[in-house]
């Protein structure tokens, strides 16, 4: 058996924990544990120097073998010598395999012993990700650490699939170590197993006889639960040999960083640090903060007055928040080096309590402060007023016979889904209609939801209930919710009610009514943002165009200027050529003609409620998608319903426009043979 090439020393193991510190030698550093890894994917950390990085204290970057694959090629590695000349880092490169994006492209990907096949998002190239290649690829990266090739499934998958998918990696894992050959980078092996003890164990036991340089602990923060992960990890990181480092893949926060070194493990990585601050989080010593708020507006303090980043060196919290309203790029930078410093720091004080035979305090003490939100500014739901008046604005509670609340307008009469609880609607024609758990689970952009008229946000909270869900069966791409809206009353009514509106008792309809933006805690990709205004005027200052259109207004009979063809011409026109696919509750003939006349397909849509039909449009650019394929399109027969019905022109269509606005329709290329 070879020597570890990494020359692991245990320097002390804490006595009321299983918390331990380390030093082990890499090509190029040595490096001290428990260790953080800042997520460098593309062989750059967002909107970080490598000099911040270092300056923090990062001994180990993490860059990604799939996406430095499919760009900029291993060829480019072999001809300029390597990731660490490339990126000017000179400090140690962990390099995965792989393994954990193939898992998150289930459409895309053909599993089999010999590797996963899968095309390229850059190219359409077909690719062979086989051990051999993914071991190829990180020797000609340069990687200091490479990941044996593994195949990650759902934490929550059965036990079965959980045995196969152990099995072949622990195939994979013997064809990675001979692809290593003699080079002298050091390769992990990946425990699998999902969430069965017996499992986890035949793997450490199997993949711990093998000569690799250290293990991680894979297939975990892919879908379960946080105690789940804990007790896995506790269980497998004890199975381990005790003389190599254990790496927890994909973990975490500060605080599941923390329990995991009481379990046991040395190292992480995490994305979380960069993609918060994108996003205007921190973590600090006074709790996690959102600097969005407005409660730091005129704040001359630092950031974190306990911390010496080069941020909280220089910059007040008043800048910081005016640098996030504004997207600006500089405080994406600014926040991002604060967290890495913050996670580095995390990593040094833990070492640093376990070296002096303190970290029992320490983590009791730590435990603690890492839960909290901002510990001086409180976020605070909004008082209800008293007495809870039923109304406000145009706006009142109305309560169905059949218990549920849902919302009236008052100048209108109409009620929001009178038939069908509000959530009940909304999942069933939004949220199951659109596909959205599968659109999830596709890898690659983020997908915009446009959820227009987000009235009392039922819509969107079913689309958030969605994600949420789908998140903690494994990992999902981001989602960004931006909800339209020029009468913010149903909304804060509804939340005065929220025994009436259960829904709403979560953290984003408050955050969205204070903040005009939430972002998830809990999920770093999920985000919501409100645009106020008429939506004929906003609809062309949206912040990103959409994948999917939730059209929700008041109906065409009270509020016929939501439904007309100028509306929906831009709407097409913000669509920017992408492949969007429209959803709304109407069926109406003149709606109906009025989406075609702006050039979008139109099919039917499921029943909802009282009505035996909704309607589905979508832009050319999604003819033919699996999604719009599977569509019942409006054909010749609606053709000649619609020459019968008196609702046959839009309001808008003049007397002598009628003929044109016929052919229009008549011509529109959904209705050619
Ligand atoms: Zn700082």
Known sequence: MMPSRLNFRLEAQAADSRARAATFRTLHNEVQTPLFMPVGTKATVKAQLPRTLEEAGTQILL???????????????????????????????????????????????????????????????????????????????????????????????????????????????????????????????????????????????????????????????????????????????????????????????????????????????????????????????????????????????????????????????????????ASETLGWQLLGKHNIHFYQQLMRDIRESILTGRFGDFYREKRVILQESDREYPARRPKPARPKSMSLGNYAVHIAHEGFGSIRQASSGEIMHMRTPPMEEARSLYIEQSKLAQRLSAFHEPLVIWDVGLGAAANAMAAIECYETQARKGPIRPMRLISFENDLDSLKLALRHDDKFRYLRHGGPVGLLERGAWQSKQHAGLSWQLVPGDFLATVAQAPAPPDLVFYDMFSSKTHGEQWTIDIFRRLFAACAGRAVELFTYSHSTAARAALLAAGFYVAKGRPAGAKEETTIAFTPAALGSPFTRSYELLAAEWVGRWHRSHAKFPAEVGTEERSAFEQLIEAHDQFRK
Not at 73 to 83: D, K, L, N, Q, S
Not at 150 to 169: L, P
């Open 63 to 325: 860059a990604n073998t799939y996406h430095l694959l499919l760009r900029p090629g291993a060829e480019v590695f072999r001809r300029t010598g390597g990731i660490h000349g490339f990126m000017s880092w000179d400090r140690a490169v962990l390099t995965d395999s792989g393994g954990f994006q193939i898992f998150s492209l289930p459409h895309a990907c053909e599993m089999s012993e010999k590797g996963a096949l899968f095309q390229s998002y850059l190219d359409g190239r077909t690719i062979l990700l086989s051990p051999e290649l993914s071991i190829e690829t990180q020797i000609a990266i340069g990687s200091d650490i490479m990941m044996a090739l593994d195949q990650c499934i759902a934490s929550t998958a059965d036990e079965a699939s959980a045995r196969a998918a152990m099995e072949v990696t622990h195939r994979w894992a013997a064809r990675s170590l001979a692809a290593r050959g003699d080079s002298p980078q050091s390769i992990f092996g990946i425990v699998q197993g999902a969430l069965f003890r017996q499992l986890r164990a035949e793997s450490a036991e199997t993949l711990g006889k093998m000569p690799f340089d250290g293990f991680a602990i894979g297939g975990l923060a892919v879908g379960e639960g946080k105690i789940e992960r804990e007790d896995i990890c506790e269980f497998t990181a004890r199975l381990l040999p005790a003389d190599k480092p254990r790496y927890l893949m994909g973990v975490g926060t500060p605080l599941d960083i923390l329990e995991a070194v009481h379990r046991g493990v040395d190292m992480f990585d995490c994305i979380m640090p960069t993609q918060l601050a994108q996003r205007g989080a921190v973590f600090t010593s006074r709790g996690f903060l959102q600097m969005r708020r407005g409660v730091y507006k005129f704040s001359n303090e630092p950031l974190d007055p306990a911390c010496n980043c080069p941020t909280c060196a220089r910059y007040s919290r008043a800048y910081l928040h005016y640098l996030t309203k």
